[in-house]
């Protein structure tokens, strides 16, 4: 999805604005096929519409993989009405009418019958995906028809005639030399009477009125948009332009919160599992500990009280000996660190070396009394 020259948006603005019914929602979609097909082109044109009327519309030419031209009409009640598409013939091919395109190459599908009823309704895009555009979808199912479905043939068999274009509404009014060319026709005599109500009438002449009509309405059309250029409020685009930037961006960052949000979910999941794991284990191993209590700290006594009196006593200075000696060797390192002063460093350990050789005088004694051998 690339982005639009702001000049190209605000001139689609200024040509929708004025003539359709929905300009705001119109002009997102056209935009937004713009964007996803960046080598579409857009521009105004008249068009006849079914009922005779010329009508200057958005008109999106393309071409598609396969190298068919198409046009995409957007009609001025668009989304009441739905678009119309033509398949263009070029020079050296000639169209091949299917299920999809009748003999004029006009497009047809299921999606533009249930047109009226799923999108005629709509004033919005509001609380719609860029992605469920109904414009959008629309070039892509015809895309995806002429992909599947070729209209076009580069034989060299002939092509089908088009069918003929429908007269126009307004009745067309007779030039006085027409008139008198009518008149001659009727009056001339015949003289086989059967052979003249046999023949073909003559041809209606073509109707010189309907180009200066259209060029008409082109100049009147051409000076309603200078107008509504010279007066149109530049805000108003300027805003629409940066609330569609908004949008995009928040599209994106939708998306990648989506991700991000589904990357978090499985490496919860993930973390959930190994901490019903490690709970498990930590169940068994507490009822292996209650299990040893049971068994072993009830017999606690038995190890650690000794024979008598004089070997209990034996076991407190023996134990406050090491203790001193785990003391000393700290400090050590304490000072060594320079997180002692030297005062205080030696008198801590003349005191506790003082002590200790008092345990280790009481330690011997006691060990002679008991018989027992320091070595």
């Given at each position: 999805m690339s982005k639009l020259p702001p000049q190209l948006l605000q001139w689609l603005y200024r040509v929708i604005q004025?003539?359709?019914?929905?300009?705001?929602?119109?002009?997102?979609?056209?935009?937004?096929?713009?964007?996803?097909?960046?080598?579409?082109?857009?521009?105004?044109?008249?068009?006849?519409?079914?009922?005779?009327?010329?009508?200057?519309?958005?008109?999106?030419?393309?071409?598609?993989?396969?190298?068919?031209?198409?046009?995409?009409?957007?009609?001025?009640?668009?989304?009441?009405?739905?678009p119309l598409i033509y398949v263009l013939p070029g020079p050296?091919?000639?169209?091949?009418?299917?299920n999809y395109m009748d003999t004029n190459g006009r497009f047809y599908h299921p999606f533009l019958s249930d047109?009226?009823?799923?999108?005629?309704?709509?004033?919005?895009?509001?609380?719609?995906?860029?992605?469920?555009n109904r414009l959008l979808r629309l070039v892509e199912i015809f895309l995806s028809c002429i992909k599947s479905h070729p209209p076009v043939s580069r034989s060299n068999s002939p092509a089908l005639p088009k069918l003929p274009p429908k007269p126009s509404a307004p009745p067309v009014q007779d030039s006085p030399k027409l008139t008198q060319h009518k008149i001659s026709?009727?009056?001339?005599?015949?003289?086989?009477?059967?052979?003249?109500?046999?023949?073909?009438?003559?041809?209606?002449?073509?109707n010189p009125n309907?180009?200066?009509?259209?060029?008409?309405?082109?100049?009147?059309?051409?000076?309603?948009?200078?107008?509504?250029?010279?007066t149109f409020d530049t805000d108003t685009l300027e805003g629409l332009i940066g609330l569609q930037n908004q949008l995009i961006g928040l599209t994106e960052r939708t998306l990648n919160d989506q991700n991000y949000l589904s990357y978090?979910?499985?490496?919860?999941?993930?973390?959930?599992?190994?901490?019903?794991?490690?709970?498990?284990?930590?169940?068994?191993?507490?009822?292996?500990?209650?299990?040893?209590?049971?068994?072993?700290?009830?017999k606690i006594d038995t190890h650690l009280v000794a024979e008598t009196p004089v070997f209990n006593q034996l076991y407190k200075l023996v134990t406050r000996?090491?203790?001193?000696?785990?003391?000393?060797?700290?400090?050590?390192?304490?000072?060594?660190?320079?997180?002692?002063?030297?005062?205080?460093?030696?008198?801590?350990?003349?005191?506790?070396?003082?002590?200790?050789?008092?345990?280790?005088?009481?330690?011997?004694?006691?060990?002679?009394?008991c018989n027992l051998d320091l070595s």
């Open positions: 004025p003539q359709y019914s929905h300009p705001v929602l119109t002009y997102q979609d056209v935009s937004l096929v713009l964007m996803c097909y960046p080598s579409f082109r857009v521009k105004t044109d008249v068009h006849v519409i079914d009922s005779g009327k010329p009508e200057l519309m958005v008109k999106i030419s393309g071409l598609s993989d396969e190298k068919v031209e198409f046009d995409i009409w957007v009609p001025l009640e668009y989304p009441r009405m739905p050296e091919t000639q169209l091949m009418p299917n047109w009226l009823q799923l999108f005629s309704q709509d004033t919005s895009n509001d609380n719609m995906a860029p992605q469920n026709l009727m009056t001339l005599p015949s003289e086989n009477p059967t052979e003249t109500t046999k023949s073909k009438p003559p041809l209606l002449p073509p309907r180009n200066q009509v259209i060029n008409n309405l082109k100049i009147i059309l051409e000076g309603e948009k200078t107008k509504m250029i010279q978090l979910s499985e490496t919860i999941a993930k973390q959930d599992r190994i901490l019903e794991t490690k709970i498990g284990e930590l169940t068994a191993l507490n009822s292996k500990l209650e299990h040893d209590h049971d068994t072993v700290i009830t000996s090491k203790a001193l000696e785990d003391l000393l060797y700290n400090l050590d390192k304490i000072h060594e660190a320079g997180k002692l002063d030297f005062a205080t460093y030696l008198k801590t350990v003349r005191q506790l070396a003082r002590e200790q050789c008092l345990l280790k005088l009481h330690i011997e004694k006691l060990a002679n009394i």
